[in-house]
């Protein structure tokens, strides 16, 4: 009887369910107890102000037509320094104006950093778990195949890959998805390896649960934690990776985004135009500033032995 | 005998991730339509065309293209580079060593600098200046190094011009006879010292540049190592023999919290590899990066193929020859693998 009882306490859809959002809470709760530590908050302010822009970009700037993501040109006035009137942030050498690229920059990246980060978590989390709870060859071949990803630095990769797709801000984020998901799918397998341990799974089997149903209620739900860390320090990360493609030329001219801001901007630095290149890197590193700090922040709380660090 | 055994699997191991990886190059250079597509023309007839793919091979089967390039690679011809003008063969080895001239210096600067601030920090641990490390070490993590290098442009170029762009001055350069290719080494061969000056100059700020990034992750590991190791009990014990602080971080402590640190150095070789192409592109630097960006602008595949294949080698080695060096310092790694 008394297995009965333990049995009954993780079998009825129910007891799942509370299990993911016992998981749910678990990551509310420790995002508070992260916020304590002064520089997980100010990670946490610059993204919500960084995300609060890209929201609200078409009211703060108005939107270029036909495509607001391309710099509206003012041919009359091109490399102006900040402060001129109409273009506070001053204007590129192509008479694009700076700010409109920092504003609707934080929309770019915000879309950009969904789009890789959702794709990317996506196919790591299912051949993530294909090695890890179907196992054996499957497990030996997909994890091989992440190795070779992992074995050649990302960014030469990248290039290659946006390069033979041709330059376009598309082709970058096709070229960074291509190569996120390994990232994933190794710690997805990880998490599903050593979950599938547990008692309770044992127990799912023996009441008869179906192979996949134990996948979807007894363990998937485990590996969420260390993804969310994960998928955190990614958002940053990608829209650094994407922001140095596009400094190289690898996106189309004149959209508005900070890599390319910076790289239309770099040719006027050694003749002391400035403006273009620094305002359009600084917003880079505040976005991933902002979403290393808050990752590094939750990340310590989740386990405590890297506290301090 | 362990770690013989371990080499030699790793040793092993090695042949097989770079035919994986020329496969995936291979596989790379045909997404993107057909690979003559710079020699074809609008007004070229269908039996031109047909010509210039019997020619180069397009007509075959892939495999045996993968085949017929692999043998190129391997007796040394990877094609023609439409960005140089010249040979893949002739002009990379020249840019491969003055990519490598500078990443040599900043890795230098990034493991001197990285594990000396690393070592000051995790011997303060949550002092003030602990705090200052790690807020640089978290930023320099965050730093989008196309634009740091760009801001010490700014600085050392426009306001404070001492930092010259490029890799030297063409007339002290032409002056000396390089047999290495490698500026700072021939310049002392040459017993030349102005020219050796001129090397170092340009060097500086790039290199510098360079190996922040990696001075970064260095230190994060070092002092998180040096914490850990700070807490065991032979510290302890050193203490207790009446040591100076000093010399039990130093003799004892550091030497430890060295061996985890190897492996961030050898991944942070990776990250200096990518670094240079970004560094080489703002200072001007003629190496394989800035070749390679070149390439990719203008979709020359045999600059971008030879490269990512020679990156992935030169990665390849050096995280090998990381890997043996750490199995001998730290012998319960070999205990662990399969």
Known sequence: ?309 | MQVREYVVRRLLKLPLVLLAVTVAVFALSRVGGSPIAIYLEHEMSPDEVQALEERYGVDKPLPMQYVAWLGGVARGDLGWSGVSVAPVSEVLPARLVATIELATLGSFIAIALGIGLGTYAGARRNRFSDHVIRVLTVSGASLPLFWFALMMLILFYLIIPIAPLGRFDPDVYSQITHYTGFYTIDSLLNLNPSAFVDAIVHLALPAFVLGFEGMAVVARMMRSSLVEEMGEDYVDSARAKGLPERRVIRRHARRNALIPTITVIGLSWGVLLQGSVVVENVFRWPGLGRWATEGVIRGDRATIMAFVLVTAVVFLVVNLVVDVIYAYLDRRVVLGTD
């Open chain 1, 1 to 309: 009887m008394a297995d009965a009882a333990h049995v009954d306490h993780v079998s009825p859809l129910g007891g799942r369910w509370q299990s993911f959002t016992t998981k749910a809470r678990r990551i509310g709760d420790l995002s508070k107890t992260a916020l304590k530590s002064p520089t997980t908050l100010a990670g946490a302010v610059i993204i919500v102000i960084l995300i609060a822009m890209a929201i609200l970009a078409p009211l703060l700037v108005e939107g270029n037509r036909p495509d607001p993501y391309q710099l509206p040109r003012d041919w009359s006035a091109i490399n102006m320094p900040p402060g001129t009137p109409g273009h506070p942030l001053g204007t590129t050498s192509e008479g694009g104006d700076v700010l409109y690229g920092v504003v609707w920059g934080a929309r770019t990246s915000l879309r950009l950093a969904f789009i890789v980060v959702g794709i990317t978590l996506v196919v790591g989390t299912v051949i993530g778990s294909i090695a890890g709870f179907v196992g054996g060859k499957w497990d030996e071949v997909l994890m091989r195949v992440v190795d070779v990803f992992l074995a050649v630095p990302e960014l030469i990769l990248a290039l290659a890959i946006a390069a033979l797709l041709g330059p376009s801000f598309r082709n970058i984020i096709i070229a960074i998805s291509i190569l996120g998901w390994p990232r994933y799918a190794r710690i997805i397998r990880g998490q599903i390896i050593h979950t599938k341990e547990n008692e309770y799974v044992d127990a799912a089997h023996v009441i008869g649960d179906s192979k996949f149903r134990i996948y979807l209620k007894d363990i998937l739900p485990n590996t969420i934690t260390p993804v969310v860390v994960a998928a955190t320090l990614q958002m940053g990360a990608v829209v650094l990776f994407a922001a140095t493609l596009s400094f190289l030329g690898l996106a189309e001219a004149g959209i508005a985004e900070w890599g390319n801001l910076v790289g239309e901007g770099q040719a006027g630095i050694v003749s002391g135009r400035w403006w273009v290149a620094t305002f359009g890197g600084l917003m880079v590193f505040l976005w991933s500033l902002g979403f290393n700090l808050f990752g590094d922040g939750v990340r310590d709380v989740l386990d405590p032995r890297t506290e301090g660090r």
